[in-house]
């Protein structure tokens, strides 16, 4: 296992235009977790699976952003008509135990969205 | 509102000496902390972690305190070796939730 697997690592796109990035988690975790990751901040929290349901979304998770997690393996996240302020770093983690374990989350390394 | 608060960007000290990496929080609901470290181009990585029953975590060079009446936390790293140098951001949640708080974080640069 090399991981959580994150696709594209990086993406520029258009204003207006709609990404979608894949997630595939470590394969005996259960948890998935979608982060955002601005400019000199600390990763914020978008939303959270446990297996194929999605329990817990952010606020920041505006109607232009839906997650998926179809089969409670891989996840997708993908952000419709995307503006300027939605260039980050999006990063995706999984867990075993819970982000409460004594392990934390296992962070893949991120796509990087450049919204141009 | 950012209710875990990294104040030092920034910290520089020298191979073989001590590390201490502070954070503060203003949420009295949180219950657990954890640090990760984050070297350029990669993922954060978890690092070590603490439970608001405790005071203090020990995992060999690193050491996390916990004051709970302060709602203040801390990071030991001794001896600080330059391989430490990277993003430390500290972390905390609330019981029932899955979701982490993080600081902004203090970037390390271990001298040698």
């Known amino acids: 296992d090399t991981g959580v697997s994150q696709d594209p690592r990086h993406k520029i796109t258009k204003r207006g235009q709609n990404v979608t990035f894949r997630c595939d988690p470590i394969?005996?975790?259960?948890?998935l977790y979608w982060y955002r990751q601005t400019l000199g901040q600390g990763p914020e929290f978008l939303t959270y699976?446990?297996?194929?349901?999605?329990?817990?979304k952010s606020r920041l998770l505006s109607d232009r952003f839906s997650a998926e997690r179809p089969k409670g393996s891989f996840s997708t996240l993908e952000i419709q008509r995307t503006e300027q302020g939605d260039s980050a770093m999006y990063l995706c983690?999984?867990?075993?135990?819970?982000?409460?374990?004594?392990?934390?989350?296992?962070f893949g390394s991120g796509t990087r969205l450049t919204v141009v | 509102d950012q209710q875990v608060k990294q104040n030092s960007p920034s910290l520089s000290v020298q191979e073989g000496r001590i590390s201490i990496l502070n954070c503060d929080y203003t949420?009295?609901?949180?219950?657990?902390f954890l640090w990760y470290k984050k070297y350029p181009a990669e993922g954060p990585t978890f690092l070590i972690s603490?439970?608001?029953?405790?005071d203090k975590n020990e995992d060999g060079r690193f050491t996390v305190f916990l004051n709970k009446s302060a709602k203040h936390l801390s990071l030991h790293i001794v001896p600080s070796q330059p391989g430490d140098s990277a993003v430390y951001f500290c972390?905390?949640?609330?019981?029932?939730?899955?979701?982490?708080?993080f600081g902004k974080g203090t970037k390390l640069t271990v001298n040698p």
């Open positions: 983690a999984s867990s075993f135990t819970g982000g409460r374990g004594n392990y934390g989350y296992t």
């Open positions: 699976f446990q297996n194929e349901a999605q329990l817990e």
């Open positions: 394969s005996e975790h259960n948890r």
């Open positions: 949420n009295s609901m949180f219950d657990y």
């Open positions: 603490i439970s608001s029953i405790k």
């Open positions: 972390a905390a949640s609330q019981g029932g939730s899955e979701k982490l708080v």
